[in-house]
């Protein structure tokens, strides 16, 4: 739903903070999903909820190659 992919957005922009969108790498997207899969004391997040959370940022960053605002997607490779 549109509000689940606003929470999710919003907290992998809290992730990143002021790191543009062409300094992110797949190291940085790696940290992103290691740090959310670890979750907190309370709660850890399933499997699929990570790799929902991966797909949306490897929407975002696919959009960003279409618009020619970044080369290649960062979270597209061997190292995620």
Do not use: M
Not at 5 to 32: M, P
Not at 53 to 60: A, E, R, S, T, Y
Request: net charge positive; hydrophobic share 40%; aromatic share 6%.
């Amino acid at each position: 739903t549109l509000a689940n992919d606003r929470n999710v957005i919003r907290r992998i922009v809290g992730f990143f903070g002021s790191k543009k969108i062409v300094d992110l790498t797949s190291d940085d997207i790696l940290e992103y999903l290691t740090f959310h899969a670890q979750g907190t004391a309370i709660k850890k997040p399933c499997t699929n909820t990570t790799h929902k959370h991966w797909l949306k940022i490897k929407q975002v960053l696919n959009a960003a190659v279409k618009d020619e605002i970044i080369p290649v997607n960062p979270a597209i490779g061997d190292e995620i």
